[in-house]
């Protein structure tokens, strides 16, 4: 039975007792030559997104949806041998020959050849941009795995990592070789790229936002949470930073502006200028169609803040919140004036960390209004927003020591 690699990518993992471990991110091969590689084992990403080693010999069945093993998993972080090859991070999109044609390789099929041993005995390639002639060939048809390429392209690689969340496919950028990465970087859509750039260490975010042309670096802030977008700016060169924002357009660029005038520690530097808002007249109706929007963070969409138009940031006078369980309890004709929570008094801009993870904890909050001295809602903190904040800087660095 073939098993198609790339196909594996975001696979769940179970232990012998049938409970999830972990998901597949990658599969370890060893070149040999014109023989067809060896599969070592598969890189398995466990809780808190660290990294471990499945020896291929372990691995007692591949099925739909699952990767079932044997044995005790060693916890040791996974490091790469200078003769083994990922078979997702690196052998995706390489341009190879075949019966005398350039093909790019977008996926490979390994074969359990003996008990327990496995090889990739066949290559998927396709010519051309647009994918003609795509095919599968035995392994021994193909050459060019062992040359090194400037330029690999992409496209196979975002394929294996489309249904990751933003936050796996960051943690998969952040494994892959400085070239790779700027490789996927560069060929993201720029509102996935935006997503995946969110959840990346600040070293890598600067890392791939100076290899950008500068209009499209502001094409990618553009598409950020105004929040994640001036902290990155906060960490760029004040030159930089403004030529960046100089770039940007006045309507997406005005948030981000706000945002930087306010220091980081405190609601202001944290806050989202973007939660859901609406105005008194709307209905019950109106807000929960609002919060399903599917695009929105849980801690977001957990709430509607009701203010006096104009309802973008900053707003007319603001009025008060009105929580999703509340808006699921009333009738959908509801006016949203009168499903308005007043037990929920909003925070300053210049309150300080501490102060809001103490504010948001008292009350049992996901997120708090932020209300500047004219009574106007500015934005609103979410309580990922803080432990954003509270954890250390390098927090996602320390997850890939």
Do not use: C
């Amino acid at each position: 039975m073939k098993i198609f690699a790339a196909r594996l990518a975001g696979t769940s993992v179970f232990d012998p007792a049938g409970d999830q471990i972990g998901r597949i991110r990658d599969v370890v091969v060893g070149l040999r030559g014109s023989r067809p590689p060896s599969v070592h084992g598969m890189v398995v990403e466990v809780q808190p997104r660290r990294r471990v080693f499945l020896p291929i010999t372990r691995v007692r069945g591949i099925e739909a949806g699952a990767v079932i093993f044997t044995g005790k998993l060693n916890v040791r972080r996974f490091e790469k041998r200078a003769s083994e090859t990922l078979v997702i991070g690196e052998m995706l999109d390489l341009t190879v020959t075949v019966g005398g044609q350039q093909m790019t390789v977008y996926d490979v099929a390994m074969e359990e050849t003996k008990p327990s041993a496995w090889e990739i005995t066949s290559v998927a390639v396709y010519r051309g941009r647009r994918r003609r002639d795509a095919k599968v060939v035995d392994w021994d048809e193909v050459s060019g795995f062992d040359v090194l390429q400037k330029d690999q392209g992409a496209a196979g690689l975002i394929a294996a990592f489309e249904s990751m969340r933003a936050a796996d496919m960051a943690s998969a950028l952040h494994e892959l070789p400085g070239k790779r990465r700027l490789e996927i970087a560069r060929a993201l859509d720029d509102d996935r790229l935006a997503d995946v750039l969110e959840e990346m260490p600040p070293r890598d975010q600067i890392g791939i936002l100076s290899t950008l042309e500068p209009e499209r670096a502001a094409d990618v802030l553009e598409e950020m949470d105004p929040d994640d977008a001036a902290d990155l700016l906060h960490d760029l060169p004040a030159d930089e930073a403004a030529r960046l924002l100089a770039l940007m357009e006045p309507g997406e660029a005005a948030p981000v502006r706000r945002l930087l005038t306010y220091p980081a520690d405190t609601a202001g530097g944290m806050m989202t200028s973007e939660p859901v808002i609406l105005p008194p007249t709307a209905t019950v109706a109106e807000a929960l169609a609002h919060i399903r929007l599917k695009d929105l963070t849980p801690a977001i969409a957990a709430q509607v803040y009701v203010t006096r138009p104009p309802t973008e940031t900053p707003t007319g006078a603001y009025l008060g919140v009105s929580h999703f369980q509340r808006l699921l309890r009333d009738p959908p004709s509801t006016l949203l004036g009168a499903a308005i929570d007043p037990s929920i008094d909003p925070i300053k801009p210049d309150l300080r960390l501490p102060d809001v993870a103490s504010y948001l904890a008292n009350y049992n909050l996901l997120a708090a209004p932020v209300v500047d001295e004219l009574g106007r809602l500015v934005g609103a903190v979410t309580v990922d927003d803080v432990l954003d904040h509270m954890l250390p800087r390098d927090w996602r660095e320390r997850l890939h020591p």
